[in-house]
């Protein structure tokens, strides 16, 4: 298997995914009306939403030093 050049890319598409993932079931539930569970839901979309940042700027900060 070949290396993969930026281990934080496999990070960024795991979290992207986990964002929309989480956003889907939020949406979902918003149509349920329960609203406990959607504020679960949002923040995991939040945590999610963080860590895509946080790759992207992993990203960024290898490519300036390239």
Request: proline share 2%; glycine share 4%.
């Amino acid at each position: 298997m070949a290396a993969v050049p930026f281990h934080e890319l496999i990070t960024l598409a795991a979290s992207h995914s986990r964002l929309h993932e989480s956003g889907i079931e939020a949406s979902k539930t918003s149509e349920k009306g329960d609203s406990q569970t959607l504020i679960k839901k949002l923040q995991l979309m939040e945590e999610a939403s963080v860590d895509v940042f946080e790759c992207l700027n992993a990203l960024k900060a290898r490519i300036t030093q390239m």
